[in-house]
């Protein structure tokens, strides 16, 4: 028999079709725990915010699309994107051929040749093709007119209003950590630089504590414009702290990176020479 110990998968608006997949393993029953919304989950606590804690601190780890104003307005309707994502991978490559397949019958339709039986085909076909179009040309086009991209104080407030709405009258333990990603940047924000941000207080008299953890997509490009971004880290967490660390896909080793640094990334800025000289000498 095998046995492993408990993962937990923590959902997000690219992944929601793994719901359907807990208990499945090729050597026997899943290690792996869906989890919907936050971790821990909340499902048996109605009057607090349970937490995972280690050390003196506690967490709370969730994806961070809840902070975006469209998908709270939407309500569940974010999903429909992700089942358009996956429609648009379940046929890999094939589906550039499904969608060169859609322009021959549609122009053959389009001179009635055989019209008959050729316009049920073109409509199997659009169908078919719909998601692979939207995901490669609309989404992007889409993306680059509306400049969708990391807006820091819009993310905060999209947090604080989430939150605000989230706990509701729930009591919630001091020094807590929120963990999430979904925006693909580094960024640690302390209460003091949210209102600095944002000018809104993040907590109530008597809950001080409460810090953003922003961990990046775990993203491999060489890309020169991506040569600043902190994309391949993970966060480590134990009893005294926690600490992002990298990984140098070149050279194929982790490297730590000081909050400092993140703390300086996600606000856009610089390192100064002198740290940027003291980092390079410790490797």
């Known amino acids: 028999m ?23 393993y090729p050597f026997g029953p899943s290690p792996l725990n869906i989890v919907k919304d936050t971790y821990p989950e909340q499902a048996h606590s109605q009057d607090k915010v349970l937490t995972l804690e280690i050390g003196e601190k506690h967490y709370l780890f969730l ?10 307005s939407t309500g569940k309707l974010w999903i429909v ?5 996956d429609g648009a991978e379940a046929f890999g490559l094939y589906s550039w051929l499904l969608i060169l397949m859609l322009i021959i019958f549609g122009l053959l339709a389009r001179i009635r040749w055989n019209a008959s039986y050729m316009t049920p085909i073109t409509g199997v076909l659009s169908i078919l093709a719909f998601p692979k179009l939207f995901t490669s040309i609309a989404r992007p086009l889409w ?5 969708t991209r990391y807006k820091r104080k819009k993310a905060l407030n999209g947090f604080l209003d989430w939150w605000r709405s989230w706990t509701e009258c729930k009591g919630y333990p001091k020094g807590i950590r929120i963990v999430y990603g979904h925006t693909h940047l580094a960024d640690i924000i302390e209460p003091q630089r949210y209102r600095a941000i944002t000018g809104r207080e993040l907590l109530t008299e008597g809950r001080e504590g409460l810090e953003l953890i922003n961990i990046p997509a775990w993203v491999k490009d060489y890309a020169e414009k991506y040569r600043n971004v902190l994309r391949a880290a993970f966060l480590y967490i134990d009893s005294e702290d926690y600490w992002f ?39």
Do not use: C
Request: neutral net charge.
């Open 2 to 24: 095998w046995s492993f110990p408990l993962l937990s998968q923590v959902i997000g608006n690219h992944d929601f079709a793994m719901i359907e997949h807990p208990g499945f």
């Open 63 to 72: 994806h961070g699309h809840q902070f975006d104003k469209t998908f709270r």
């Open 81 to 85: 994107m992700s089942l358009i994502r």
């Open 143 to 147: 993306d680059k007119l509306k400049k």
């Open 245 to 283: 660390i990298g990984w140098d896909w070149e050279a194929g080793r982790p490297f730590y990176i000081p909050k400092e640094v993140v703390k300086l990334m996600g606000e856009g800025r610089k390192m100064p020479e002198e740290m940027a000289k003291d980092l390079r000498e410790i490797d």
